[in-house]
């Protein structure tokens, strides 16, 4: 039964169908939040979904990447690629110095097979001079040293046109073994295309490999965010992530200890076409980069697609907008808040909602939402949208809000949303006061004395993804080798060829040739009629006669095959008993 279900587990088609398990199991990783990723936002699934929530948790839904059922799939995947690897691999090594399998005693049951007749002397009087590439057929007559190895005329002659023929294929790419030499009919068996096999190993070998490169970086690489003001700067350091996930051996110790400060943002507008005006050419990050405490810091510039990278860890640019810089005094005339305030652009004229929280604020806890536009335009009823991203006409519009923001009891809390359930509202479009509309440099004075807020001026923020990935050098590797595996295993065909030689009725030399292909070969015919080819081509420069009309030849120029100038030849070719398949 064990052996049973060990055979099952290491078969190719397990392999394949494990394979595919394993991609469908990742695909409720997209649908559903992560906790790893977004704890909060997980939180709030649950919230939201009492019903469901739970239940899809239970099923570790929310962790699919490091949940029982989808390490499983992916162990169970491993151990069947190495059980069916080791076993095909130590099969193939056995076959490579292995002779090609014996001559079959009737060639013409093969799929794709035919025959020659050769004549037995050349013409009277004339002796063929041997060309490039080819060895004459020894004359038993004028070789004496046939008879003093002890082998019959005829035998000798068929010994050495198999022997011939073993050359040919051997130029053509197949491994000969000639065998049956002192038989009446001597023949060599022929085989070629290991590289499909080579190739099939090559695959699955390094697919073992990219799944232990992916392995690795899930094992031992992070992945975290952070957002940076211009002017500001960042520490590689757990404490300075906006968001971190590390991988499930993830050790503090293997962060790099870079700095980052973003000196510049420009971002480069098109101003020229009017069908696609105001979209974004350019992106571009002046950075100061410092790899580690000892080293001098070194501007650099990072670009979509462009990451600067240090020590194995990669920044990459994946967003960016606009951040007013912020003033916000209480009710006692004391600096509550002051600083950017990064807004997030909700569409292409950057659009931006913000969130501004002043929890030090006194004798109440200050609160703002609202939205930023870059070039403001108001219409005809007073609403006001962006029409720009450029910052031509930079304008704040927020609503104000007194009492608990919610942070003192350790509660998580976004800060790019407010919580307005236990505050009471200041300002707003449909109260008394109305709605707080800031311009770079001005300040408004809440109601009830509770403070005031000024737009100081305007700062750019970029959004960095910055990952560590110990695997992925090794899995682009292995997917190189996985693809060229892949690519050898499907254009290398597998075939095996055999051909002998014997004596006619009429003591003419008859050559019989087979092919047979390992699997599915629709250019088997193709094979077939190119050895004929550089058979016919052969033995007639050997025969050095002029070829007879009537006999049937290669439609294959013969300067084309054997790249030299066809001299005037003579052939006894017989027509050949080859289907009519093995012509096409």
């Not at 099952?8 to 906790?35: D, K, N, W, Y």
């Not at 004391?334 to 006194?362: C, E, H, L, R």
Request: one cysteine or more; proline letters at 8%; aromatic letters at 8%.
């Amino acid at each position: 039964m064990l052996r049973w279900v060990w055979r099952q587990l290491t078969s190719m088609r397990t392999a394949l169908q494990l394979l595919l398990l394993l991609a469908v199991a990742a695909v409720p990783g997209s649908l559903f939040p992560q906790r790893p990723a977004n704890p909060a936002v997980v939180t709030q699934y649950l919230q939201d979904n009492p019903d469901t929530g739970p239940w899809l948790d239970r099923f570790q839904l929310f962790d699919v990447f490091s949940s029982v059922w989808f390490s499983a799939i992916y162990l169970l995947l491993f151990i069947s690629l190495i059980g069916c690897v080791i076993p095909r691999t130590r099969v193939y090594l056995n076959a490579l110095p292995a002779t090609p399998p014996r001559t079959p005693r009737r060639l013409s049951r093969l799929p794709q097979h035919g025959t020659l007749t050769l004549p037995n002397h050349p013409a009277p009087g004339h002796r063929a001079e041997p060309h490039q590439g080819s060895n004459p057929v020894p004359d038993p007559v004028s070789d004496p040293g046939l008879h003093s190895a002890g082998q019959h005329p005829s035998v000798a002659r068929l010994t050495a046109t198999v022997t011939e023929a073993a050359a040919i294929l051997r130029t053509l790419g197949y491994r000969v073994d000639v065998r049956d030499t002192d038989t009446s009919r001597p023949s060599v068996g022929a085989e070629r295309g290991f590289l499909k096999e080579a190739g099939n190993l090559l695959f699955h070998t390094a697919l073992i490999g990219v799944l232990v490169a992916v392995a690795v970086g899930g094992m031992f690489g992070y992945r975290g965010q952070k957002l940076i003001v211009e002017g500001e700067g960042f520490t590689n350091a757990l404490i300075g992530y906006d968001s971190f996930t590390p991988g499930t051996n993830f050790n503090e110790d293997t962060l790099a200890p870079f700095a980052l400060t973003l000196e510049d943002f420009d971002v480069t507008f098109n101003r020229d076409d009017t069908a696609t005006y105001g979209q974004p050419l350019d992106f571009t990050a002046t950075m100061t980069v410092q790899e580690n405490p000892d080293a001098a810091p070194v501007r650099q510039e990072l670009k979509v697609n462009a990451p600067i990278g240090m020590d194995g860890t990669n920044v990459y640019l994946v967003g960016n907008g606009y951040a007013p810089v912020i003033t916000v005094r209480d009710g006692d005339g004391n600096i509550a808040f002051s600083g950017p305030a990064p807004a997030q652009p909700t569409d292409s004229a950057y659009t931006s909602t913000i969130v501004i929280k002043a929890p030090d604020a006194q004798p109440d806890q200050l609160g703002f939402v609202g939205f930023f536009l870059p070039t403001a335009v108001v219409d005809d009823t007073g609403l006001a949208f962006g029409s720009d991203p450029d910052p031509f006409n930079p304008r704040l519009n927020l609503n104000s809000y007194y009492g608990n923001l919610g942070l003192d009891d350790g509660t998580p809390r976004s800060v790019y949303q407010l919580d307005t359930t236990e505050l009471t509202q200041l300002n707003g479009r449909d109260t008394d006061a109305g709605g707080i509309v800031l311009e770079p440099e001005e300040t408004y004075e809440l109601p009830d004395g509770k403070g005031s807020i000024t737009f100081d001026s305007l700062k750019r923020f970029v959004a960095l993804d910055i990952t560590y990935d110990p695997g992925k050098i090794g899995a682009l590797v292995f997917s190189t080798l996985a693809l060229t595996g892949l690519i050898l295993s499907l254009i290398t065909p597998r075939r095996r060829t055999w051909i002998a030689a014997s004596t006619s009725t009429d003591g003419n030399t008859v050559i019989e040739y087979g092919l047979l292909a390992r699997g599915e070969d629709p250019g088997l015919g193709k094979e077939a009629t190119r050895i004929r080819t550089h058979l016919q081509h052969h033995f007639q420069q050997q025969s050095g006669h002029q070829e007879s009309p009537e006999t049937p030849h290669s439609t294959t120029p013969l300067d084309t095959i054997l790249d030299t100038t066809p001299s005037t030849v003579t052939s006894t070719v017989i027509s050949s008993s080859t289907r009519p398949s093995d012509q096409s």
